[in-house]
């Protein structure tokens, strides 16, 4: 993590880059040609033809070579080189050279180039080669000609399923349109329950409960009430843990939740371990007459009650002050820094593990400040699950779930960090946290201790005016004219800023060098990955049911 005084260079690169670029020259000649076949023919056997005394002729021969540094831009890796074939991929021709001995001339090599056209008059070049070219061209305009067709027939195809599916929702798993007002019905329409997902939300600073019924979102109100719901809501927003329910005046939140209320009418006693809360026979409209709405906590988070001092920026950390912090490790060796979401959640960049997910390879380190010299006191890693949409070329889905094996054990030094609510907003320039292992300078070592320092939020102008090619995936935060900011070693890790308690606010993606100038640090936005990270914690919970 670089501090105010550092400067750097200007390479673009994941913070968390690293390694060596590998190079192989590839070189190949291939030269074929024919067996030679010697002719004798006598004055006799020639006819009587004007002959010139001078000819030119050419010899046949070929040679291949290649670039030593030809890439594949659709390997995984654009620093791994991709071997070509050994041999070239169609034969050379084979050309036949009969030696015809012309008097007085010595002998003069002639080629002849198969097929011959039979009682043709091959003194003619063009009658000669205007039927090949025709040819070629007549290929080449049929080929071009059937690449139209399948190209309108494709945009017309996908032009249609886009129309059919307008204002529909589509069905990823099995390739089909179903109404909005069937989603999160309790009914499960696509082929696996993708339509039942991600159908309950918190919203607002006071985290009132949501459910999304009949195509659109709804306020619930706090009649009819009782724990028993409190807990599958709790599990339906990816929680395996409820803390309470708190019954809050309507005319205190957000006039934007004010709208379509409803009561969850059910009894206890209808009510299972798998039941959903957003069931449309659960769901009925309501005046909410009590005047109070439903504020859910699902889990103690957002507080460091072990942290008695104010940070100042670029200070190595002391246990307890950023305790939602976790370090990385990939055989053995730290690569990235992560946040604790939950027990079993730990929530990180998708840059970190794309392309070696393999959770045997991982471990975590929860509750630390110096890095471990040892395995003692690692977390192993049951599931690694990133964006399906993430490219490491892009700038967006840049987000990841690492599952542990085992709950983690919450005391003063570790504890989870707050998931903002839907529509939680931060100001610009508020001061919040960054911290990690990485690099306090660019291309240097990551560091031994844990280091914390503060850096201010930034507008989308200033974001989008010292980075190019952001979009509503990315926040960014530092200072513009240089200093503390996110380096190598550090992706993965938190910005945290300070709402109701402690929010993740943004996961370190990329950085162009370390706190220089105009290059503030850039974040993936937690508040537009929320639905995605729900709905996998959501999948994982209805499958350990």
Known sequence: ???????????????????????????????????????????????????????????????????????????????????????????????????????????????????????????????????????????????????????????????????????????????????????????????????????????????????????????????????????????????????????????SIEAVFQNNLVALDVSQTALQDTSKIHNSSYVRKTTCSSGLVTAVKCIDCGSRPAARSRIVGGNESRLGQVPWQVSLHYQNQHLCGGSVISEHWILTAAHCVYGFAQPVLWTVYAGIINQPLSVSGAHSVEKIIYHANFRPEGLSYNIALIKLKLPLFFNDQVAPICLPSYGETFKDGQMCLISGWGATVDDGEASVSLHVTQVPLLSSRQCHRGERGLTSWNTCAGYLEGGAGTCQGDSGGPLACQGSGWTLVGTASWAKSCGQKNKPGVYTSISEALTWIQQQMEKEEDQGH
């Open 1 to 251: 993590m670089a501090s105010h005084s550092q400067t750097t260079g200007e390479t673009e690169r994941p913070v968390s880059e690293g390694g060596s670029r590998g190079e192989r020259d590839l070189a190949e000649d291939a030269t074929e040609s024919g067996a030679l076949e010697l002719v004798s023919v006598t004055e006799e056997d020639l006819p009587i033809v004007e002959t010139p005394t001078t000819f030119n002729v050419s010899s046949f021969s070929s040679q291949n070579s290649h670039s030593n540094q030809f890439y594949d831009p659709g390997s995984q890796d654009p620093h791994v080189p991709v071997e070509l074939p050994a041999v070239a991929s169609a034969p050379l021709p084979v050309y036949k050279a009969h030696n015809i001995q012309i008097p007085p001339s010595p002998g003069v090599p002639i080629i002849k180039v198969q097929p011959f056209l039979n009682g043709k008059d091959l003194s003619n070049l063009k009658s000669l080669c205007w039927p090949y070219v025709s040819r070629r061209l007549l290929a080449l305009l049929i080929i071009i000609g059937i690449l139209i067709v399948l190209i309108l027939s494709l945009g017309i195809g996908l032009g249609v399923g886009l129309e059919s599916c307008s204002g529909k929702f589509h069905c990823v798993s099995s390739a089909r349109c179903i109404s909005r007002k069937a989603v999160c019905d309790g009914v499960q329409d696509c082929g696996d329950g993708e339509d039942e997902l991600s159908c309950v939300r918190v919203s607002g600073r006071s985290s009132v409960l949501q459910v999304f019924s009949k195509g659109s979102w709804r306020t619930v109100c706090s009649e009819g009430w009782h724990s028993q719901l409190g807990s599958l809501a709790c599990r339906q927003l990816g929680y395996n843990s409820y803390v309470n329910t708190t019954a809050i005046p309507f005319s």
